[in-house]
T-cell receptor, first 116, second 115 residues
């Protein structure tokens, strides 16, 4: 089954304790990205990657890191989480064919992160 | 980079009425405009999209229109049903410059359809 898988689904952590949220897709998609969703602010892009070893900042990259060592995986790293990073996080992937960015984004099931 | 504005933020209609949600964008090079539906507690899913070489696209009760000159696109839902209640997001990619590849979503519209 074609899917984007995030783990964990729920996470409560303390300020300053490094954490990683994993994201994996099995559709051979080139484009992957991370979003955070906060009430009234919609989906804001954190980082995106157009292919292996290529990553770029989205609109809200501060406090986050990513890596794209393999096509299927795109982990999100919070080196020193703070309470303002409490949010719902989504990973997504797109085919990214010959025409840039004009393909459907498939979302993971989401990770609810609470930083206390 | 791209700036996407979505209105209204909330929309309440009676079952059977039509609903219209509008988005404006800033990057004139953007060429793809999707709409996503997010039901409560679930992930966003694509419901319809339009590319810049067409002005309208329809799929049963939903349609999207695009006005490239005015840089806005709209989602139209006819004969609304309670199961249409959800949050709807528009999006547009940055197609040029240093923001190439970035995807910007609107702020979302909470649609409530009353039986």
């Amino acid at each position: 089954e074609a899917q984007v898988t995030q783990n964990p689904r729920y996470l409560i952590t303390v300020t300053g304790k490094k954490l990683t949220v994993t994201c994996s897709q099995n559709m051979n998609h080139e484009y992957m990205s991370w979003y955070r969703q906060d009430p009234g602010l919609g989906l804001r892009q954190i980082y995106y990657s157009m292919n292996v070893e290529v990553t770029d900042k989205g609109d809200v990259p501060e406090g986050y890191k990513v890596s794209r060592k393999e096509k299927r995986n795109f982990p999100l790293i919070l080196e020193s989480p703070s309470p303002n990073q409490t949010s719902l996080y989504f990973c997504a992937s797109s085919l990214y064919g010959a025409q840039p960015l004009n393909t459907e984004a498939f979302f993971g099931q989401g990770t609810r992160l609470t930083v206390v | 980079g791209e700036n996407v504005e979505q209105h209204p933020s909330t929309l309440s209609v009676q079952e059977g009425d039509s609903a219209v949600i509008k988005c404006t964008y800033s990057d004139s090079a953007s060429n793809y405009f999707p709409w996503y539906k997010q039901e409560l507690g679930k992930r966003p899913q694509l419901i319809i999209d339009i590319r810049s070489n067409v002005g309208e696209k329809k799929d049963q009760r939903i349609a999207v229109t695009l006005n490239k000159t005015a840089k806005h696109f709209s989602l139209h839902i006819t004969e609304t049903q309670p199961e249409d209640s959800a949050v709807y997001f528009c999006a547009a990619p940055s197609a040029g410059g240093t923001s190439y590849g970035k995807l910007t979503f609107g702020q979302g519209t909470i649609l409530t359809v009353h039986p």
